[in-house]
T-cell receptor
Framework: DAKTTQPTSMDCAEGRAANLPCNHS???????VYWYRQIHSQGPQYIIH???NNETNEMASLIITEDRKSSTLILPHATLRDTAVYYC???????????FGKGTRLSVIA | DAGVTQSPTHLIKTRGQQVTLRCSPK?????VSWYQQALGQGPQFIFQ???????QRGNFPDRFSGHQFPNYSSELNVNALLLGDSALYLC???????????FGPGTRLTVT
């Protein structure tokens, strides 16, 4: 079973920041937080991952709380193309098998 | 770089039949994982191949088997198909020590 809890759906206005929360209260000390997204009818796409520190790349920022029990994925300027299901996954390092939950369906609205 | 490719795109089979799905990993990747995604659900891990051997397996019956070839490409075989096997089958590749996995577009299998 997935070790994360996410809201079922969220809406965001185009051009605004999208903040997607994730709870992972049972995360172990050596487990990472991964975010993937799946646009309709496509395979999942890697977004970002982190262990303890906040991370940023060209797609998004990942904020992990100090106790590591929750995190937030931030899309700084959401576009219509960001409409997708976003999955928060807790897992090991390396090429670890991913345990997906149901994710959050993000709808970006013009 | 073509990324991860899968074939065929769509497939329709009858209950009891057998099916083979194929995956070519992204260039430079040596590890291939297979996932099953039922409608409305997140992908579920089937198994992972590295160095031509199954390294990890999810909670799937022995009807699901696989193979990895020396060029790192992989096949997923499903025997004695059931209606419940209807799903999107996804292949993902990565380097052995990499954190990022690349997914293919999937094969949509319909069992009638």
């Amino acid at each position: 079973d997935a070790k994360t809890t996410q809201p079922t759906s969220m809406d965001c206005a185009e051009g605004r920041a999208a903040n997607l929360p994730c709870n992972h209260s049972t995360i172990s000390g050596n487990e990472y937080v991964y975010w993937y997204r799946q646009i309709h009818s496509q395979g999942p796409q890697y977004i970002i991952h982190g262990l303890k520190n906040n991370e940023t790349n060209e797609m998004a920022s990942l904020i992990i709380t100090e106790d590591r029990k929750s995190s937030t994925l931030i899309l700084p300027h959401a576009t219509l193309r960001d409409t997708a299901v976003y999955y928060c996954i807790v897992g090991g390092s390396g090429n670890t098998p991913l345990v997906f939950g149901k994710g959050t369906r993000l709808s970006v609205i013009a | 770089d073509a990324g991860v490719t899968q074939s065929p795109t769509h497939l329709i089979k009858t209950r009891g039949q057998q099916v083979t799905l194929r995956c070519s990993p992204k260039s430079g990747h040596d590890t291939v994982s297979w996932y099953q995604q039922a409608l409305g659900q997140g992908p579920q891990f089937i198994f992972q191949y590295y160095e031509e051997e199954e390294r990890q397996r999810g909670n799937f019956p022995d009807r699901f088997s696989g193979h990895q070839f020396p060029n790192y490409s992989s096949e997923l075989n499903v025997n004695a198909l059931l209606l419940g096997d209807s799903a999107l089958y996804l292949c993902a590749s990565g380097g052995r020590l990499s954190y990022e996995q690349y997914f293919g577009p999937g094969t949509r299998l319909t069992v009638t």
